[in-house]
């Protein structure tokens, strides 16, 4: 069993084949934390581990002890009480205006599987015997408070998934400030913090800095998870490598505004604090209540970086992911936006889809503009019924004869936006997120509608009903293309305001619900201005999301390899657009577009009418080669290679579960002269296997392959080349297979 309780020591000791959690009770009651990392033998008392020392200028709850100091102690779950003068894990306002808490352990039960978490995604069981779900009961008296922190530890994945809840038993109601979904007290703070950051267009990219002193934090505070930050981050020490040494992952399963942070004290220690920002949160929990905190997880690996992600991707796919679409290869698809635009017309989608199938593509997905005077983006949002004029035979009809084809359809649906230009508008300006007697920013020429009013998501449930009825679509692309703003909701009163951004992201999931609940069958495709809302959360709803809007093949091999730190292949939304490329103005070969793009869901986007004969014929082999290969590529094992991040090549690869088959993306955007000689060594081949390589004269072992390397060298600039099919933005794909 992977929990045990030492009752001698009040020692709880979670741990599977690869890792250990630890922690004990301290003598006032407080849970504290001894270990967390490679696994360590099961015994009764790991005590020495608690480090207990008088230091000057301490604070200490007892007269008789001085070595006896919260703010030195390592901490499951943190409040300002006793002084700890690190950032707590919860705050509580109460009446007489005191913020300090004091969570004394109760009392605990074990049980088999994983408790799912009401009205929020999380990761779960299929079979009960194959985690151990801990639930620690703390007590205040003085608030009559209960405290629940919820760990779980599954047998065979390296990860410990952590959440809280609390329950008011009081008379009175009392403001939660701050509550957070983990803590985690490392010994040392020898580490370098990697986050995924970036911008609009160019989203999770890789920073790494080394810990310093004071507290360093990624966080969001726009009502989404954001371009700008995901809500992971990774210790890992300095000499940790792709391949080897240690790395913790903390990730956090919500949508919204969060906080990620490390906060390093001075003897060096390293806190490590995780879930929802306290800065636009303010809970009143009323007697009888019950707040439950998102979850948090928590992945160590001594095996490097590639181990520590491959233990993210299976469990986000196997145990995050739900539904018809959780195992099942991608349709590959053809989406309307770069393509046409806002430009639809019946005819020419028609054409569009007729070509796209000629292709071999298999969903046909139509983007914005499909609706009623939606022309640009400043109208019509929050008013999901097809405008006549360009679709004269309504969604139904072009659904049906665009099934008729062989194909399947996807539509293209903002539900959380309303324009003020919009009948929706007219109708409710008070469903708009906005602040009495202030004005309204607009963000893309849009408001944000009130989703923490459930009369607002379910009137947009029924919008959707009405468009989705008809049983013709296969596929959502939900998108969201503003941060929130002016954030108050007319339907909540005063004291409630500042829960408006988690019931905001809440009607968010309850929508995504509503909509699964009544078909099933419906991939979703999340999206946020491109990838602002590729976070866990998500996940759990649509098993894929649109990664970036960029979808020039140079870039995206930065987003999708930062990407790839966290999220599986088979959730990363990837297209190949047209040339010159539509957000950077570059050329690259088409090889190269579907190369960087065949890492990923892969589709088109773009107008496939205009394609030429030769580009025809090229696309279809690559989808050809898509069919064939998808399945590995989405749900095997990945390996970064290169990183794009340091230096100028990139590359990575896949292996088939039985590691008979490997796929490699090589890529090196830049033609150099004269250029260096190069090998590539593989990972996760079998070292005894005999691998076929696509485009090479001989077989060659795993063994061989993963020492010495795949030979990769450019001569294309060397004096016996003339460098005629080399060039800038080279691609590579080598398909090994083992020789049976
Ligand atoms: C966002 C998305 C795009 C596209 C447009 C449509 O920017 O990220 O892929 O759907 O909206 O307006």
Redesign the pocket.
């Known amino acids: 069993m992977p929990v045990h309780f030492h009752e001698s020591t009040k020692t709880f000791h979670l741990f599977n084949g690869k890792i250990s959690y630890i922690f004990t009770i301290a003598k006032n009651g407080m849970p504290v934390q001894l270990y967390y990392g490679k696994r360590l033998p099961d015994k009764e008392d790991y005590s020495y581990l608690l480090e207990l020392y008088a230091r000057p200028m301490s604070v200490n709850p007892y007269f008789d002890d001085k070595t006896f100091a919260v703010e030195h102690i390592r901490q499951e779950y943190p409040s300002p009480f006793a002084g700890d003068m690190r950032t707590p894990s919860i705050v509580a306002a109460q009446n007489n205006g005191s913020r300090i808490v004091e969570f004394v352990y109760d009392h605990f039960e074990i049980k088999n599987g994983k408790p799912a978490l009401k009205n929020l995604p999380a990761c779960y069981c299929i079979d009960e015997k194959e985690a151990q779900t801990l639930y620690l009961y703390l007590k205040d008296e003085v608030l009559n408070t209960w405290l629940c922190l919820i760990y779980t530890i599954y047998e065979n994945r390296n990860v410990i998934c952590r959440s809280a809840n609390i329950t008011n038993y009081s008379k009175e109601t009392f403001v939660l400030e701050s509550m957070l979904s983990a803590n985690v007290d490392l010994p040392d703070d020898d580490y370098e913090m990697l986050t995924l950051a970036g911008a609009w267009a160019r989203e999770r990219n890789i920073e790494c800095h080394k810990l310093h002193p004071g507290i360093q934090s990624v966080y969001s505070l726009r009502g989404h998870s954001s371009h700008n930050f995901n809500p992971f981050l990774c210790l890992k020490r300095k000499e940790t490598t792709e391949n080897t040494g240690e790395a913790y992952g903390f990730s956090l399963v919500y949508s919204g505004n969060f906080q990620a942070l490390a906060d390093v004290d001075t003897y060096h220690t390293t806190r490590v604090a995780i879930g929802i920002h306290p800065a636009s949160f303010r809970w009143p929990l009323k007697p009888e209540e019950t707040f439950q905190t998102p979850e948090a997880l928590l992945v160590y690996s001594d095996l490097g970086l590639n181990d520590m992600s491959q233990t993210f991707h299976s469990l986000f796919r196997e145990r995050l992911c739900r539904g018809f679409w959780k195992d099942r290869v991608r349709p590959i698809l053809l989406?309307s936006?770069e393509g046409v635009y806002f430009d639809i017309q019946e005819n020419k989608i028609l054409e569009m889809a007729q070509k796209s199938k000629e292709l071999g593509v298999e969903l046909f997905v139509l983007?914005?503009g499909w609706f009623k005077n939606r022309n640009d983006?400043t109208s019509s949002l929050g008013d999901w019924s097809a405008d006549l004029t360009k679709l004269p035979h309504g969604i139904e009809g072009l659904a049906e004869k665009i099934n008729e084809m062989g194909l399947e359809f996807g539509l293209?649906f903002?539900p959380e936006m309303i324009s003020k230009n919009s009948d929706l508008y007219k109708e409710h300006p008070e469903w708009v997120l906005h602040t009495p007697n202030r004005n309204i920013s607009v963000g893309r020429n849009q408001y944000v509608l009130d989703f923490s009013n459930p009369e607002v998501v379910d009137a947009i449930f029924k919008q959707m009903k009405k468009v989705l009825d008809c049983n013709r679509i296969a596929y959502i692309?939900w998108?969201m293309?503003r941060s929130l703003s002016e954030v108050y909701s007319s339907y909540w009163p005063q004291e409630e305001q500042g829960t408006i951004y988690h019931r905001f992201i809440l009607g968010v999931y309850s929508l995504y619900e509503k909509l699964i609940e009544a078909y099933p069958h419906i991939l979703f495709e999340s999206?946020?201005?491109?990838g602002a809302r590729f976070d866990p959360g998500m996940l759990y709803y649509a098993p894929q999301a649109?990664t970036s809007?960029d979808t020039d093949a140079v870039e995206r091999l930065k987003i999708q390899y930062g990407t790839s730190m966290l999220y599986p292949i088979s959730s990363m939304g990837s297209h190949v657009s047209a040339a010159p490329n539509h957000q950077l103005h570059r050329n690259t070969p088409l090889n190269t577009r579907a190369n960087v793009a065949y890492f990923g869901t892969f589709g088109y986007e773009l107008d496939p009418c205009k394609l030429s004969d030769e580009e025809s014929i090229q696309i279809k082999e690559q989808i050809q080669w898509m069919k064939k290969y998808r399945k590995l590529i989405q749900f095997g094992t990945f390996y970064r290679l290169k990183s794009p991040f340091i230096g100028k090549e990139t590359a990575w690869m896949i292996v088939s579960d039985d590691k008979k088959t490997a796929i490699i993306g090589y890529y090196r955007p830049l033609q150099e002269i004269n250029s260096v000689y190069r090998r590539l060594k593989l990972q996760g081949l079998d070292p005894s296997f005999e691998y076929n390589i696509s485009s090479a004269d001989r077989p060659l072992f795993g063994q061989e392959l993963m020492n010495a390397g795949l030979v990769i060298s450019d001569y294309s600039a060397s004096e016996n080349n003339d460098g005629s099919n080399e060039g800038d933005y080279l691609s590579r794909i080598y398909v090994l297979n083992a020789v049976s």
Do not use: H, L, S, V
């Not at 999206?527 to 491109?530: L, Q």
């Open positions: 989406n936006w983007d914005d983006d293209w903002e692309k998108d293309n999206c946020a201005a491109g649109w809007d």
